[in-house]
């Protein structure tokens, strides 16, 4: 499968999901990277999280209550059956119940709460598509309320028990029956029976229950006992009322304060809503005025790359955003500080100058702003001071914030499933940036901090000079990034493996991982007894030979490139990778036209070639250490067949013409050794005998 096409040029994909703009081909291994497609890369526009972004837009609301989320072991319905269990023993204790009689009212209590959760169990299982669901055993007769229970638990229980058998007026009764109590003697279960009550009128009587999601709150408030956030979850109901009766600033307010009591389920309950907003463009200019309800409407315009349409970039979803921010700007407000993610949302869109207005009308300072800003003057060719946006905005970011992935489905067809640090992002285009001024080491240095490997080793390899790039590595702390997929790299190493491809051994040696460095010093210890001219013949084929077999067997550690074309970066596992494809020997390989390579870096990319540029590179060193080793080793010797024999192997399969000299000089040299008659035979190489262990 080949790589993605991607369109480069003048922005591009309305509403595109934003992935990290990382340039992928097919297969998990491949590393992200921004530079293949670097017009694409630096235009993009940025894709904000849902779930993040209205996190930040709630922070200012002060909870009156918190909410208690299931663990992750737990259902909402054990939940309520161990806290109501929890409240029961509290009460029990507190009226200093015999331990007999307290110990048999919660084991009768809690097989009750048991049997009437596996009734309404079982009635929401009735339809055929559940036919085959296991249901939980249930009682046999109806569900007794124990004797001796305190009043509150009494009521509270037979409310239950009808509310799952679905008697509604019963369970209705029991809880009022509760609250009608003295205030002394329903602490435990009255903020309980009153949300109960609120759900049990969510069906025929929407604005009943408000009053009774209200009074939770209320009751809770003043002190009633409410141990899983009823209190809270009861802004969500209440917001659902108002969502039916099309009260979208009341509901959006409602479960912002659910979000920011810590409700997760609230995030999805906001998208649900603001959907359902966006559906009304009637109510657009009321909601338009509103402050919170504005801004987190565009909280999802800008987290979403179709919230209507049939596909990134339709006519649907441009029309909406257009339709939005026109709505916004009726409302006469301006300066507001949402401003940035509306130039966002315009950004998305390709319309490059409503962008550039809400840009500009966004708070000093704002990283989003600068950001989209730093895209508008790449439009426009001034690279010089879209890097100045771009550091402001990389500045602005805090060190911690993280996006989640994207909310689309786009992110997870480009297996982009990892957390997104918008400053790291920001780095990363602003490396691109500096590769365009030519400023090599602070782009180096940008894509290092960004953890964009494949780009920091591009630069560290292919554009800087090996003693540039040593400078840097003595000048620089932080030199091993996390690629994107979770391997630690080091460049400390990768100037190793150029130092060695150059026979700069002194300078590699210390640079090289404890576990190499040892097989690197065998090898440069053979290589130099192979060439002393002071050794015997004997010992330099010897040394050399040994030279040539480490380098054929750990070549791609030792000497390997971290690109192409040997491609360590994956293992040596594939050929033509982004950013070498074809083997590309005249200029890096680099879509679009804005950020193309400059004529310096083109010289770089070419200075910095190797004299062998094939890939497996090494392997040819090796034949040719072998082939020096033959050289002095003598003829029809069963042992220089053998090194002429396996050196040309190491060759055939991938460059049988450069093979070609060892299977002459085989047949020359050693015609009448074994291996030598079955290369005349053959007319090439033969298979080695196996060894022996």
Known sequence: MSRPTRRSGLVL?????????????CGPFFPNQLLPDADFSALAPPQANFGHETQRLVATIKPRFAAVMPTTQESPQQQSIDADLADLATALTATR?????????????????????????AAAHTDAAHAGVVRPAIAAGPIQTPAGLPAEFADYLRGVIAFDRQDYAAARSAWSDLLALPESSRKNKSVWAAFMLGKSYMSDNPAKAAEFFAMTRTLAAAGFVDRVGLAASSLGWEAQVDLRNDKFTDAIHLYAQQKAAGDSTATQSLRIACTRCLERPQSWPSLAADPLARDIITALLVSSS?????????????????GWIDAVEKTGATNIDGADRLALAAYQVNDLVLARRW?????????????????LLIHD??????????????????????????????????????ALHPRQQVQGELGLLDLQRQQYADALRLFLQSNYWADAAYV??????????????KRSNDLSPIDWFGNKRDLRYLL??????????????????ADLAKTYKDYIANLATGRNKNATPDAQAAALWKAAQIARDDGLELFGTELGPDNFIVEGMFGAMAGAEDNQKEKPYRVGKLLAPTANEIARFVASALTIDKRFHYRYQAADLAWQAAALMPDESDQTAEVLCTAGTWLKARDPAAADRFYKALCARCGKTTLGQQAIALHWFPDLPTKKA
């Open 460 to 473: 560290a390899e292919r554009v800087l000079t090996v003693d540039e790039l040593a400078d840097f590595v």
């Open 496 to 513: 190793a493996r150029r130092l060695a491809r150059l026979d700069r051994s002194t300078e590699a040696l210390p640079l090289f991982p």
């Open 306 to 322: 179709n919230v209507f349409g049939d596909g990134i970039g339709d006519s649907k979803t441009i029309a909406l955003v257009h």
């Open 97 to 121: 119940t015999a331990a007999p009689d307290r110990n048999r009212l919660l084991a009768q209590y809690r097989q009750a709460r048991v049997d009437a959760e596996a009734i309404a169990q």
């Open 13 to 25: 994909l309305a509403f595109i999901a934003w992935i990290g703009t990382a340039a992928l081909a």
């Open 359 to 375: 840009a500009d009308r966004s708070a000093a300072g704002s990283p989003v702003a600068h950001w989209v800003k730093a895209k």
């Open 381 to 418: 060719g001034q690279i010089d001071k879209a890097a100045v946006e771009m550091a402001a905005a990389a500045t602005a970011f805090p060190v911690d914030e993280v996006w989640a992935p994207a909310d689309n489905e786009e992110g997870a067809a480009y297996g982009r499933t990892i």
